[in-house]
């Protein structure tokens, strides 16, 4: 999750500040800076750049370690990357672009070529020559790739013959060599024992001396595995890696090379280290055996690659409405697929080190089959759909495909902003009370079905929101379901419609049940049947729970 923070120190730059989903810091910028530098991963500065450049200098130690930062001029017309622009810069320039209506200025050569940096490919740290090998590519070369692992890297095609070379491994290579770049994978996991007293300081020590010993960088150590009871130790938190816990009974099952009967007659199992790291490394290879230190045992093993799939709503289209949620899942995803239009709506989260595959428009089955395949190669995959991934959109898809086709794979379901909930706010509050959500769309259920479903939300008095409402080859569904609720509901009831939600040409228009033009909406339009109850205040829609009764 990268930390951010805006600071403004005029009136002008607090009202733009204001309007990035960021926290704001007010007054003087020098101090703020100062105070933030060392907290965040990016700092946006609503400064000129010289003056920014200026307060930015004396803090300024390596690229590695210092935060990203943005200067945005205070008509918010440009979004300057002044540093950081491979650890996240270039993306928050233009996802602030796209939120304040300002052009992003990117001036590292490799995105401006759309060549990956290999300093962010996600997934991967960089170690050696990574800034030499970026500069022969900007020159054509396409270095040779060497990858032992077989661990799945973004974009396969930018890789020739060399000479230089890029290197996939999780072993210490020794002396950095001009024209070789080392990526590490998160391909290592440390199982790791530790008395109650021990201390951070001596379990990270422990872990160090291990992985030099088995001779394996620690950028490449992924995974902390440990018995359940130590899951929450303050020692191995202090590593700060993602954490998995196992109960004794688990980890005694597991065969190990080095199992004790004082540790079995301790806490339940003969093995926590090695049993711990082999469980949560789906089995080994164990590349380090046990390693006993005063009050910390340590043993490593090897992880195979393992893919993700997060089925991502991107809202209704404005990154104003996205939520957090479904940008990081974006950013740090490795491939994105999806429809080209949804990808065209998410562009400020897209960077040249993702494999991006796009598909035409009703190729639904076609994408999660391409998501599936590559997250099965090893990938951590974004499937992105519009509004919410639940509703109407591909969620549904993806788990009825690994169910008829026995697949198992890890996927997760970030939820996004729909379009009735969107439509709902730019009317003002019409789903209040009981509501319902139904697709006119015939091509999936019958139509007969269909015409049931809204009669009986008619009887029901329920708020109806149409999804599919028309298209050019469905013309009459729409003006049939009205036809139904026009026998339940009298010709004053609330009708609105919302065209475009969160986008440049977006349009509001308000009508009732009598008056409403069917004609008028196209697949682009969410449209919004008010209940018997549902009023008008000053052109807002609000269906009331009886509050006031």
């Not at 910028?29 to 200026?54: N, P």
């Not at 999780?170 to 290592?188: I, K, M, N």
């Not at 902003?417 to 009981?434: C, K, Q």
């Amino acid at each position: 999750m990268m930390r951010i923070v805006s600071i403004a120190s005029t009136a002008a730059g607090r009202r733009l500040a204001e309007r990035l989903p960021y926290p704001v810091e007010v007054g003087g910028a020098a101090a703020a800076i100062r105070s933030a530098w060392h907290k965040v991963d990016a700092i946006v500065v609503f400064l000129a750049v010289g003056a920014t450049v200026r307060l930015i200098a004396p803090h300024l130690q390596s690229k590695q370690s210092d935060p990203a930062v943005i200067a945005v001029d205070e008509a918010g017309t440009t979004a300057v990357v002044v540093v950081g622009g491979h650890h996240g810069g270039n993306q928050l320039a233009t996802e602030i672009g796209a939120l304040l209506g300002a052009s992003p200025i990117i001036t590292t050569a490799t995105d401006r070529r759309d060549l990956p940096a290999l300093d962010a490919i996600p997934g991967f740290a960089a170690e050696g020559d990574y800034r030499g090998v970026a500069l022969r590519m900007l020159e054509g070369e396409r270095p040779l790739l060497r990858n032992p692992l077989a661990w799945p890297v973004p974009r396969g095609e930018r890789f020739g013959e060399g000479p230089a070379t890029v290197i996939v491994t999780d072993e210490l290579t020794g002396a950095e060599q001009e024209g070789v770049c080392v990526l590490r994978p998160p391909s290592l996991v440390a199982g790791i024992g530790c008395s109650s007293n021990a201390t951070p300081s001596e379990v990270e020590a422990a872990v160090a001396t291990a992985l030099a010993r088995a001779g394996l960088s620690r950028n490449s150590l992924a995974l902390i595995a440990t018995l359940d009871r130590r899951a929450e130790h303050a020692a191995i938190l202090a590593l700060a890696l993602p954490i998995r816990a196992f109960h004794p009974e688990n980890l005694a099952r597991v065969e190990v090379p080095n199992p004790s009967q004082v540790v079995a007659d301790a806490v339940g199992t003969p093995s926590v280290s090695e049993a711990a790291a082999l469980c949560a490394a789906g089995g080994g290879p164990l590349l380090l055996a046990k390693q006993t230190f005063e009050k910390v045992t340590v043993a490593i093993a090897r992880r195979p690659p393992s893919g993700h799939l997060a089925v991502v709503g991107i809202g209704p289209g404005s990154p104003a409405e996205r939520t957090f949620r479904a940008a990081t899942a974006i950013r740090h995803a490795q491939a994105v697929v999806g429809f080209s239009g949804y990808l065209d709506l998410i562009g400020d989260l897209l960077t040249p080190a993702q494999d991006v595959q796009a598909f035409p428009i009703g190729a639904e089955i076609e994408r999660v089959a391409r998501a599936v395949a590559l997250v099965r190669a090893g990938y951590r995959v974004a499937l992105v759909s519009s509004g919410d991934a639940g509703v109407y959109a591909l969620a549904t898809l993806v788990f009825e495909h690994l169910d008829t086709a026995g697949v198992e794979i890890d996927v997760e379901v970030v939820p996004g902003v729909t379009a009735a909930l969107s439509g709902a706010a730019r009317l003002g509050a019409p789903l209040g009370h009981d509501h319902v959500a139904i697709s006119l769309s015939d091509l999936l259920t019958p139509w007969e079905l269909i015409k049931e479903r809204v009669a009986l939300a008619a009887k029901g008095d329920f708020v109806i929101t149409f999804y599919n409402p028309r298209s050019a080859h469905r013309s009459r569904q729409l003006a049939e379901a009205l036809d139904i609720l026009a026998a339940h509901r009298p010709p004053g009831t609330q009708v609105g419609t919302v065209r475009n939600i969160g986008r440049p040409d977006e349009r509001v228009h308000l009508s009732t049940l009598g008056e409403f033009d069917p004609e008028s909406v196209d697949m682009l339009t969410t449209v919004i049947v008010g209940s018997s109850r549902t009023r008008q205040y000053r052109g807002h829609l609000y269906t009331p729970r009886g509050y006031l009764l």
